[in-house]
Nanobody, 124 residues
Framework: QVQLVESGGGLVQAGGSLRLSCAAS????????MGWFRQAPGKEREFVSA????????EYADSVKGRFTVSRDNAKKMVYLHMHSLKPEDTALYYC?????????????????WGQGTQVTVSS
């Protein structure tokens, strides 16, 4: 059983930056793909970014490319989402998730475990 705990969310003005962290415990961290998703009120959960374990391959949603960067520290079992040039439309509850097997990186259904989320609010 894998537990995930996100932190680092908060209120920031448009154009600002935040760094989200996700701490994993239990289970195996190496060899997994870690993903970040977000969900705004009244909207479906959407893919933000993902990173593989061994090669550190990354993927980003078009809406965040060039502004967000995902990274991970396998020794510490941590995943980070560095967010820059934040926009009001980035406001959402941000979740990290772990995917152990094959499957579309961008689909929430491909992920096995989820954290509780951390709120990011960007004011205009």
């Amino acid at each position: 059983q894998v537990q995930l705990v996100e932190s680092g969310g908060g209120l920031v003005q448009a154009g600002g930056s935040l760094r989200l962290s996700c701490a994993a415990s239990g289970g195996t961290f190496s060899g997994t793909t870690m993903g970040w998703f977000r969900q705004a009120p009244g909207k479906e959960r959407e893919f933000v970014s993902a990173i593989t374990s061994n090669l550190g391959r990354t993927e980003y949603a078009d809406s965040v490319k060039g502004r967000f960067t995902v990274s991970r520290d396998n020794a510490k079992k941590m995943v980070y989402l560095h967010m820059h040039s934040l926009k009001p439309e980035d406001t959402a509850l941000y979740y990290c998730a772990v995917k152990r097997n094959s499957g579309d990186w961008s689909r929430p259904g491909s992920y096995d475990y989820w954290g509780q989320g951390t709120q990011v609010t960007v004011s205009s």
